[in-house]
Nanobody, 124 residues
Framework: QLQASGGGLVQTGGSLTLSCAASGLTFSTYVMGWFRQAPGKEREFVASISRSGDTTVYADSVKGRVTIFRDNAKNTAYLRMPSLRPEDTAVYYC???????????????????WGQGTQVTVSS
């Protein structure tokens, strides 16, 4: 089970750090990913991180603006977003998958477990 939290309402330029707490799975053996879905749009990839945390992948739309990291001792993955824009408004989902290649996956269909989502709203 994955439990996402940390969303909220912020102004442009504001910051949020999302958390994804895992239970019922051996967290350190799973690749973790963050996805988001804006109203009327498909769910899209944001970032992913390898089991050890030493490899990360980012969508071009957020590269350089967000950071994914994890704490395997706490069974938790995070997404730090320090400079939010209105276009970042969406429901953010965390997800877990077994490693399928040399880099953590960016493909939604490869993720087996999903959290319930946390709303991020950025006002202009």
């Amino acid at each position: 089970q994955l439990q996402a939290s940390g969303g909220g309402l912020v102004q442009t330029g504001g910051s949020l750090t999302l958390s994804c707490a895992a239970s019922g799975l051996t967290f350190s053996t799973y690749v973790m990913g963050w996805f988001r879905q804006a109203p009327g749009k498909e769910r899209e990839f944001v970032a992913s991180i390898s089991r050890s945390g030493d490899t990360t992948v980012y969508a071009d739309s957020v590269k350089g603006r967000v950071t994914i990291f994890r704490d395997n001792a706490k069974n938790t993955a995070y997404l730090r977003m320090p400079s939010l824009r209105p276009e970042d408004t969406a429901v953010y989902y965390c997800a877990a998958t077994r490693p399928l290649g040399p880099t953590p996956s960016r493909y939604r269909y490869q993720y087996n477990f999903w959290g319930q989502g946390t709303q991020v709203t950025v006002s202009s």
